[in-house]
């Protein structure tokens, strides 16, 4: 298990200076801070709890299995291999819904390939918390029994049509087969009984794959699969620099170093970018719930995949107020490498606004690290709220 981290007791320059009344606008308003106490949270909207780092798949940009993935370090992979008893895991959602949390999401690695998934989420229906679940689709077909008596969103994660599949997702033969076949059928059940789990397609837009976008939307229409919503992601990616000023501000304020952060290095490169943004203009018209991750222009778009990050969204990031991790080994985390506390070790309450929480806060409503603008948390705790300000439901 990791150390958590101590509080922070000296500064570095590193980073950028925080929208300190931007932040603290929105902990107030959505009232996940008390504006007498804004180090502490009051507030938890989504838990995710990655049972296992496990998966079929080996997706070119995964943090986990990618080119630069985690697990490829051994000892990296054997720290994240222990597996969370589901009698802790239930008293975790026991201890969090004094917080009003308003969302589980069941994630990895692939959560279908574990054994405990569907009783977690049986277990958090029962208390009124709404469950989703992020899925790489091979399994859907296996467990759909499940999925449709117990979540109320199904996340497919999925980067390009067949065209270009094993080069952007490789995984086991017939694998994209699957998971088409198992959309198919969740339609179908969805149409037989009225309703069901809201189905949502997760997609990254890489150098590899930006081209086939609406070429994916329109090959899932004539596939007769019905999607509720997509999500695009605009690659999340650091720089190298990033990463050796990142380890230092570890090292030096938290006395750890960085892990999952340096294995977000694949780097976008040959991007045509104005077919990147007829891309992302035809994908907009496609569908009337298509949403991205950052409320970018054709001019910030090409800032963004040169790594002209900074400033495109508010400088700040509420999510060390608002969501937690549980990782397989029982660590929690609101920021990538920084673990506040580990449930095998401490009750939520303890971990929550404990020291180490509340000096990382404190950290944050300072100074951003720097590499924020390569975690996903950053641009997804205000990109698609933004991005519906501007455009609408349709993203």
Known sequence: MNNPLPSPTQKSSFGVATDYEGLRQRLVSRGDADPEDLLGSKHVFDLYVMHSFACQLRCDYCWLWGETGLVWDKALKKEYSDRIPLATMRKLIDDLIPYGVSNLNLSGGEPLMTRTWYDLATYAREQGLPVQLTTGGVLILQELDRMMEVLEQIN????????????????????????????????????????????????????????????????????????????????????????????????????????????FMVRPE???????????????????????????????????????????????????????????????YTCPDLPIGNILEQPFDEIWNGPKARGLRERVSERLFPACTGCFHYWGDRGVEIDRDRHGDAG
């Open 156 to 263: 497919v994660s999925v980067n390009g049509p067949p065209s270009i599949a094993d080069k952007v997702r490789p995984g086991p033969e017939g694998h994209y087969d699957l998971m088409v076949r198992g959309m198919r059928e969740l339609t179908a059940r969805k149409k037989a009984q009225g309703g069901g789990p809201l189905l949502r397609i997760l997609s990254t837009i890489t150098h590899t794959n930006y081209e086939h976008v609406v070429e994916m939307m329109d090959y899932f229409v004539a596939q007769g699969i019905e999607v509720d919503e997509y999500y695009f992601q605009f690659l999340i990616y650091n720089s190298a620099e990033d990463v050796a000023q990142q380890a230092d501000v570890n090292e030096l304020e938290f006395g750890c170093g960085v892990k999952s952060l340096s294995t």
């Open 270 to 332: 040959g991007i045509d970018f104005d077919r990147m943004w007829a891309e992302v203009q035809a994908a907009r018209r496609a569908h009337p719930r298509v949403m991205f991750s950052a409320p970018l222009t054709r001019e910030t778009l090409e800032l963004y995949y040169t790594d002209r990050k900074w400033g495109l969204v508010p400088n700040y990031c509420a999510t060390p107020w608002s969501e937690c991790a549980l990782l397989p080994n029982g660590d929690i």
